[in-house]
């Protein structure tokens, strides 16, 4: 009798537990449900997404890339950085773009945001990712781009994912030279002239055919524009800013021409120069570089990879890095004396 009145009470109480965590699963399903329907109604009707006008866009109608944009979930996410998470946005299994999602700053901050986005949609450049428009909403904006199939110099370069190519020394020139290109485009040739103040592998973005894009410029410019954050926040990455930079926090033009020369680095050697084993023994890849160069022992930091390649067109290269190194900046070339260098390195050899 007791043992089968045990069993009843086990068997209801288990059953109720059941219930409840199903009850309590559905609320919490349903909730996140509301809140996706909820940010997709805000979008839809206190949004304002803007294109900008190209070929690529032309076919394309704002309502229904807005509508893409409002449905991306987790798993289109390809990346995420400093500023925002991107995602990869598919339009008829053809068309493919980069979404870049920020958060929102404040009303004034969003004008300013608006002003300098119309002026990069100006931009156009084969070395330079087209920034096709954005939109924004009560929440987020979102930054529209070219996708780039092979992603980031920095992911291709030191490997974390499945794309393993390995980077030959050609294909390493030519994206020195493009990216070297899309800077001095962006200092030279835009009015007004752009400082990107973000140079590092990872906003170096690579084309079907390895070309190098540099990307993000602007964005570092955009996100410090809020008030409270400029005595405190350092644009830019550690590990490729200009020394002088943390004295005066003021951007430069050949604080670009630095961060580029770290970037022209890790073309060479291979090594990440955010590495952990650099900041354990307190030397930065470029000290390092550096003391080695001196000594004329450029096979020593040299990448592994490129042992086999032409020894004169490396040595150049390495002599470029260090001088847009340089610690004076006034010392260290343009970005277009940079591009000239580099441009030099291919035609002595065929002369
Ligand atoms: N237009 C793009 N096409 C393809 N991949 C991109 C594009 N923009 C960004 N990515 C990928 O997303 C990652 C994160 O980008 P971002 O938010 O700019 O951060 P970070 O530049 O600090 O890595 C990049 O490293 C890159 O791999
Ligand atoms: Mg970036």
Same mark, same amino acid.
């Given at each position: 009798m007791e043992k089968s009145l045990l069993l009843a009470i086990y068997i209801t109480s288990s059953s109720i537990a059941l219930l409840a965590a199903k009850i309590f699963i559905s609320l919490l399903l349903y909730k996140r449900w509301r809140r996706k329907q909820r940010v997709y109604e805000d979008g839809l009707s206190g949004g304002k997404m803007v294109m900008f006008r190209s070929p690529a866009m032309q076919s394309l109608t704002s309502n229904s890339f807005m509508k893409k944009i409002l449905k991306l @979930?987790? &798993?289109?996410?390809?990346g995420s950085g400093g500023y925002g998470t991107v995602y990869k946005l598919m339009i008829n299994d053809s068309m493919a773009f980069a979404v870049k999602r920020l958060n929102k700053g404040s009303s004034e901050r969003e004008r300013g945001f608006e002003r300098e986005l119309v002026a990069m949609g100006d931009i156009k450049h084969r070395n330079i990712v087209t920034l096709h428009g954005y939109y924004t909403d009560p929440r987020d904006n979102y930054l529209i781009y070219e996708f780039m199939p092979n992603g980031s110099l920095d992911v291709v370069l030191h490997? +974390? @994912?499945?794309? &393993?190519t390995i980077l030959d020394w050609p294909t390493r020139y030519k994206i020195a030279v493009g990216a070297a290109r899309g800077i001095s485009y962006l200092h030279d040739d835009c009015i007004p002239h752009i400082i990107h103040r973000d140079i590092k592998s990872s906003n170096i973005l690579l084309d079907q055919n390895m070309n190098a894009r540099v990307s993000d410029f602007g964005l570092a410019t955009l996100m410090t524009a809020?008030?409270?954050?400029? @005595?405190?926040f350092v644009a830019g990455t550690f590990g490729y800013l200009a020394p002088e930079y943390f004295d005066t926090l003021k951007a430069t033009t050949k604080g670009d021409v630095y961060s580029f020369g770290v970037v022209l680095l890790e073309l060479l050697t291979? &090594? &990440?120069?955010?590495?952990e084993t650099f900041v354990e023994e307190g030397t930065k890849l470029v000290t390092w570089v550096k003391s080695v160069v001196k000594e004329k022992r450029e096979e020593y930091v040299?990448? +592994? +990879?490129?042992?086999?390649?032409?020894v004169d067109e490396i040595n150049s290269a390495f002599a470029i890095a260090l001088m847009c190194l340089?610690?004076?900046?006034?010392k260290r070339p343009t970005m277009a004396e940079v591009v000239k260098m580099l441009e030099q390195i291919k035609s002595e050899n065929i002369v």
């Open positions: @979930s987790n &798993k289109d996410i390809i490997g +974390r @994912s499945t794309n &393993k809020d008030e409270t954050h400029v @005595s405190t291979g &090594k &990440k120069p955010t590495d040299l990448d +592994r +990879r490129l042992e086999d390649c032409p340089e610690l004076e900046p006034a």
